[in-house]
């Protein structure tokens, strides 16, 4: 995933945003980037991922949404998913429940979805 990052001012440089595209959500919800140096997966803190950027979107391209508005639109946008939602997804599709009513009662896009629908299948 792509994100916008606000970096906070130090002695050795101001206050900047920066564009991370090696991030990921952790099972406990907590924002990785992977540092190209060492390989290591650093925090960072969620107030200061500003934006999530689609499909690697250029930052002004008008295509990001910041998680707020994300979760405005989808209570649960960029959060991540717990076994009784897998549970809950699976059942509902195998009911024909469709994308777009799946999307209303699990609180994510119709994306996100479909994506975790994918993964599932996959892993299974």
Same mark, same amino acid.
């Given at each position: 995933m792509t994100v @916008? @990052?606000?970096? +906070?001012? +130090?002695?050795?440089r101001p206050a900047r945003e920066i564009v991370a595209e090696r991030v990921r959500v952790s099972r406990d919800g907590r924002y990785l980037l992977l540092d190209e140096l060492d390989g290591a997966e650093r925090p960072v803190r969620p107030e200061l991922v500003r934006q999530i950027l689609p499909g690697g979107a250029a930052r002004g391209s008008g295509q990001g949404m910041s998680v707020r508005q994300a979760r405005h639109r989808h209570k649960f946008a960029y959060g991540p998913w717990t076994r009784g939602e897998d549970r809950r997804l699976l059942r509902l599709r195998g009911e024909g429940t469709s994308l777009d009513e799946l999307s209303q009662h699990l609180g994510r896009s119709k994306g996100a979805v479909r994506d975790r629908l994918r993964k599932l299948q996959r892993d299974a």
């Open positions: @916008v @990052v606000q970096l +906070r001012p +130090r002695e050795d």
